[in-house]
């Protein structure tokens, strides 16, 4: 399962939401439109462990293992997403899952279903997954991600992957998997390598954890729009 998302906030405003655990920037954030949804190779902002505490970087969206070293578009395997069952296994995931941990804010995420009748290459509905906050720093919440730095064919490249497993009942009749989804203080303790790592994450949430709304392709707005505003 590939799934886009949102994040519909200023980087700076959801930094400062870490109150005392300090985040530094240690690159140019990328320049979009906030409207505009973050798709599998995109680059995303990722929080991690640095050298001098916490930082936040700008990094690709679907993972190029460290043993890969051809060109990173020679990389095919679906990485965009890891699989909660497969990291302690996968030679992909399991190095970045003991040693690479990291967060990914958004605001929403999109989940997709195939309508009756449905076939290849029609276009399937599309839903935009958000919750309610419970407090007002809850309106950003955060992917549960692994990383890994790869020295490709095409020069050094850091990028990762968002922890997914089995749906919980708000998505099941939608797609097969859905993201590990935390709160602050939640994405703090999966970033400890000493904590309870992939035992903490809960993939299949509470029926009413997410209201959909259907958020068709169409209704997103176009680049010749964004010019025009």
Same mark, same amino acid.
């Given at each position: 399962m590939s799934i886009e998302f949102h994040l519909r906030v200023h980087p700076g405003e959801d930094l400062r939401r /870490?109150?005392?655990? $300090?985040? /530094?920037?240690?690159d140019t954030p990328p320049q979009r439109p906030w409207d505009a949804p973050i798709k599998p190779t995109d680059l995303a902002f990722m929080i991690r462990d640095g050298a001098e505490g916490l930082e936040a970087v700008a990094r690709r969206w679907w993972?190029?293992?460290? /043993?890969h070293k051809? $060109?990173? =578009?020679?990389?095919?395997?679906?990485? *965009?997403?890891?699989g909660i069952e497969a990291l302690e296994t996968s030679p992909i995931f399991r190095e970045p899952y003991a040693a690479r941990r990291a967060l990914v804010p958004m605001t929403s995420f999109i989940a997709y279903e195939e309508p009756p009748g449905w076939r290849k290459g029609q276009p399937k509905r599309r839903w935009e997954a958000t919750w309610t906050p419970t407090s007002p720093t809850d309106k950003v919440r955060y992917f549960a991600a692994i990383w890994d730095r790869a020295?490709?064919?095409?020069? $050094? =490249?850091e990028s990762f992957a968002i922890v997914t497993g089995p749906p919980g009942p708000d998505l099941a009749g939608l797609q097969?998997?859905?993201?590990?989804?935390?709160? =602050?203080?939640?994405?703090?303790?999966?970033l400890n390598l000493d904590g309870p790592g992939k *035992?903490? =994450?809960?993939t299949q949430t509470p029926s009413g954890t997410y209201d959909l709304t259907e958020a068709p392709r169409e209704q997103v707005m176009s680049r010749e729009l964004r010019r025009s505003l």
């Amino acid at each position: 399962m590939s799934i886009e998302f949102h994040l519909r906030v200023h980087p700076g405003e959801d930094l400062r939401r /870490f109150e005392t655990t $300090p985040v /530094f920037w240690s690159d140019t954030p990328p320049q979009r439109p906030w409207d505009a949804p973050i798709k599998p190779t995109d680059l995303a902002f990722m929080i991690r462990d640095g050298a001098e505490g916490l930082e936040a970087v700008a990094r690709r969206w679907w993972m190029v293992p460290a /043993f890969h070293k051809g $060109p990173v =578009l020679a990389w095919k395997t679906l990485c *965009a997403n890891a699989g909660i069952e497969a990291l302690e296994t996968s030679p992909i995931f399991r190095e970045p899952y003991a040693a690479r941990r990291a967060l990914v804010p958004m605001t929403s995420f999109i989940a997709y279903e195939e309508p009756p009748g449905w076939r290849k290459g029609q276009p399937k509905r599309r839903w935009e997954a958000t919750w309610t906050p419970t407090s007002p720093t809850d309106k950003v919440r955060y992917f549960a991600a692994i990383w890994d730095r790869a020295e490709t064919a095409d020069g $050094p =490249l850091e990028s990762f992957a968002i922890v997914t497993g089995p749906p919980g009942p708000d998505l099941a009749g939608l797609q097969d998997s859905q993201p590990a989804v935390l709160t =602050l203080a939640q994405g703090l303790d999966w970033l400890n390598l000493d904590g309870p790592g992939k *035992a903490s =994450l809960v993939t299949q949430t509470p029926s009413g954890t997410y209201d959909l709304t259907e958020a068709p392709r169409e209704q997103v707005m176009s680049r010749e729009l964004r010019r025009s505003l």
